[in-house]
């Protein structure tokens, strides 16, 4: 007897799937090959509990999604360049967002200092975020509060980085409209929280970043 395929219950899975949406619209797939044309594009951290679309409710084509350990935007990372330029220059979404989330593995390695291999060389960049913000996060309760705290200060910096891009710049110099957001998902309740950073120009991005970590250590003032 051959035996099955270690991945045979994934391909029964995508079967199912196909069969249950076009039972539900008959027209979804065709609509699908015609036109890619989302209006956002979502840079999210690769953990397998943070499924993009799932999250707020898209169908496939209307969410461009990029994904990387701890949704980190590095200049010299083409790949995920190469994402940005394709979303605003051809497909022109109009909302970037980063979305971070609570309890994230990768931002805790890098603030614990964990020797993990070659992904320390990558979480080096979120190093760069907690040594910052080091005299602020170390008021910061240790643990998951000061874990988490690291988490949105990351995804702050990550959309100042999105808006520095030269593909940012070239969008706005020639009046595109397009916005960076920086959000935050709650493993623990399925919810986005807004961090309230939303950038649409240039001139703004220090002042919008300055506000937004502002806001987040308020938390811990008010908590206190």
């Known amino acids: 007897m051959k035996p099955s395929h270690p991945l045979a219950s994934l391909i029964e899975n995508n079967k ?10 008959p027209e979804f797939f065709t609509r699908l090959t015609r036109l890619q044309a989302p209006e956002y594009l979502w840079i999210g951290c ?7 679309n799932e999250i707020v409710d898209l169908d496939p ?6 994904r990387n350990v701890a949704n980190v935007v590095v200049h010299t990372d083409l790949n995920c360049l190469s994402v940005l330029q394709y979303a605003v220059d051809v497909l022109k979404v109009k909302h970037v967002m ?3 989330h609570y309890g994230c593995g990768g931002v805790a390695a890098a603030l614990n200092n964990l020797k993990l291999g070659l992904i320390n060389n ?12 080091a005299a602020r996060l170390g008021a910061v309760r240790q643990g998951s509060p000061r874990v988490d705290r690291l988490c949105e200060l990351n995804v702050i910096e990550q959309v100042a980085n ?5 593909v940012m710049e070239s969008a706005w110099e020639r009046g595109q409209d397009v916005t960076v957001h920086g959000w935050i998902y709650g493993l623990n309740n399925g919810l986005v929280r807004d961090l309230e950073i939303d950038i649409a120009h ?9 506000k937004a970590v502002n806001a987040v250590f308020a938390q811990d003032a008010m908590q206190a």
């Open 16 to 25: 199912r799937w196909s069969d249950k949406r076009r039972a539900a619209d």
């Open 46 to 52: 690769a953990d397998s509990r943070v499924p993009a």
């Open 61 to 66: 084509g209307e969410l461009f999604v990029h």
């Open 98 to 100: 980063v979305v971070g």
């Open 122 to 133: 990558w979480l080096r960049h979120v190093q760069d975020v907690s040594q910052k913000h």
């Open 162 to 166: 999105v808006c520095q891009t030269t």
């Open 202 to 210: 240039h001139e703004i991005i220090d002042s919008a970043r300055d």
